[in-house]
């Protein structure tokens, strides 16, 4: 069982940057795929980017490439993504899962955390 809570939404202009995280309870952290999906309003929730348990296999959507960074450190059961050089287009609620393979499928994931607002304003 693993239990996630995202930390680090808010309010930001355009252009600005955020980061958000992601706390994980469990012994067994290290050995999940983590990913980050965001809702927008009245949008159906998307994949935005996922990491490996070693951090070295990583994958964004490419609205976000060069934009955002998803990184994790194991020894703090945590997952991270930066934001910046954030656009209106981007708000939305972000939310982080756990999945025992990388896969941009969010049913696949198992766990997912209750989710932070990121509202950018133009």
């Known amino acids: 069982q693993v239990q996630l809570i995202e930390s680090g939404g808010g309010l930001v202009q355009a252009g600005g940057s955020l980061r958000l995280s992601c706390a994980a309870s469990?012994?067994?952290?290290?050995?999940?795929?983590m990913g980050w999906f965001r809702q927008a309003p009245g949008k159906e929730r998307e994949f935005v980017a996922y990491i490996n348990w070693s951090g070295d296999s990583i994958y964004y959507q490419d609205s976000v490439k060069g934009r955002f960074t998803i990184s994790r450190d194991n020894a703090k059961n945590t997952v991270y993504l930066q934001m910046n050089s954030l656009k209106p287009e981007d708000t939305a609620v972000y939310s982080c899962?756990?999945?025992?393979?990388?896969?941009?499928?969010?049913?696949?994931?198992?766990?997912w955390g209750q989710g932070t607002q990121v509202t950018v304003s133009s």
């Open positions: 899962a756990a999945c025992n393979f990388v896969t941009t499928k969010q049913a696949f994931y198992d766990y």
């Open positions: 469990g012994r067994t952290f290290s050995s999940y795929a």
